[in-house]
């Protein structure tokens, strides 16, 4: 089975304050995602990488970084946050096998932001 | 701008119903279509995907219906129960990373 963790379940932080959100998966997937998701709006894609050290923006990268040293474990920064960041943030994997493949989600990190 | 169009936002049924949960896309390059199913406190999980060529595909009491011509596809769960109470997720993916996902239905199925 596809595990992937993320360090936190719940976070609070201040207004400025630098964030940081861990991700790890044990299968040996290529890929890697960043996701926040809200109500009424679904997931969008904050970042992705396809290797290590690479990474592509996604739909809503302002305000974010990511960082990708190892292959298993993936990084989203939040530089300074800010009340607008407070969201669920979920964490994905998936391998490059070629064509579209199943993306396997964490359990996601709510973040509040006061 | 939302690549895929879901409706409706929420949906309440009785147990036993047949919820249908609808998704509508534009971009013809999209070439697979997941479901995911996600409980409070979990990440979304695969549930059920399509591929265009084939215009239904039934797991257990889910099954996708596919219209092509119409870029529309949905999910009906027959013989709803409580346990399926759940946010579900449409989604239309072309590549390894480009999946983009419509904005959710929260399901509640009532004994």
């Known amino acids: 089975d596809v595990k992937v963790t993320q360090s936190s379940r719940y976070l609070v932080k201040r207004t400025g304050e630098k964030v940081f959100l861990e991700c790890v998966q044990d299968?040996?997937?290529?890929?890697m995602f960043w996701y926040r998701q809200d109500p009424g709006l679904g997931l969008r894609l904050i970042y992705f990488?396809?290797?290590?050290?690479?990474?592509e923006k996604g739909d809503i990268p302002e305000g974010y970084s990511v960082s990708r040293e190892k292959k298993e474990r993936f990084s989203l920064i939040l530089e300074s946050a800010s009340t607008n960041q407070t969201s669920m943030y979920l964490c994905?994997?998936?391998?490059?096998?070629?064509?579209?493949?199943?993306?396997?989600f964490g359990p996601g990190t709510r973040l509040l932001v006061l | 701008q939302q690549q895929v169009k879901q409706s409706p936002q929420s949906l309440i049924v009785q147990k036993g119903g047949i919820p249908i949960i609808n998704c509508a896309y534009e971009n013809t390059a999209f070439d697979y279509f997941p479901w995911y199913q996600q409980f409070p406190g979990k990440g979304p999980a695969l549930l059920i995907a399509i591929r265009p060529d084939v215009s239904e595909k039934k797991e257990g009491r889910f099954t996708i219906s596919f219209n092509k011509s119409a870029k529309q596809f949905s999910l009906h769960i027959m013989d709803s129960q409580p346990g399926d109470s759940a946010t579900y997720f449409c989604a239309a993916q072309t590549g390894a990373n480009n999946l983009f996902f419509g904005t959710g239905t929260r399901l509640t199925v009532i004994p």
């Open positions: 299968m040996d997937h290529e890929n």
């Open positions: 990488s396809y290797d290590v050290k690479m990474k």
């Open positions: 994905a994997s998936t391998s490059l096998a070629g064509g579209p493949e199943t993306q396997y």
